[in-house]
Nanobody
Framework: QVQLAESGGGLVEPGRSLRLSCAAS????????MGWYRQAPGKQRELVAIMHHTKNTNYPDSVKGRFTISGDIAKGTVTLQMNTLRPDDTAVYYCRTIVATGDYWGQGTQVTVSS
């Protein structure tokens, strides 16, 4: 079993920055990837950023150049730095990890971008 603990959500004005953190615990000896997804009301959950065990990263066009994922996959920690936030970034952000034994999600943290 793997547990994911997310932190760092909140309310921020457009154009400002926010940082999310995720820490995995439990059976984290074989992590393939860690990343962030988000789900806005009435929309499907979508990819925000992922980091593979090779340290390769992936971003959708909607956040490329604004968001950066970093961390230490081997230790089960990732951080999502979100800059130049926009109202359409408002969503619940979920941490996800895929390990040898399965696919795990955090409970989510709310990010609201509003003036």
């Amino acid at each position: 079993q793997v547990q994911l603990a997310e932190s760092g959500g909140g309310l921020v004005e457009p154009g400002r920055s926010l940082r999310l953190s995720c820490a995995a615990s439990g059976r984290i000896d074989s992590i393939y990837l860690m990343g962030w997804y988000r789900q806005a009301p009435g929309k499907q959950r979508e990819l925000v950023a992922i980091m593979h065990h090779t340290k390769n990263t992936n971003y959708p066009d909607s956040v490329k150049g604004r968001f950066t994922i970093s961390g230490d996959i081997a230790k089960g920690t990732v951080t999502l730095q979100m800059n130049t936030l926009r109202p359409d970034d408002t969503a619940v952000y979920y941490c996800r990890t895929i390990v040898a034994t399965g696919d795990y999600w955090g409970q989510g943290t709310q990010v609201t971008v509003s003036s």
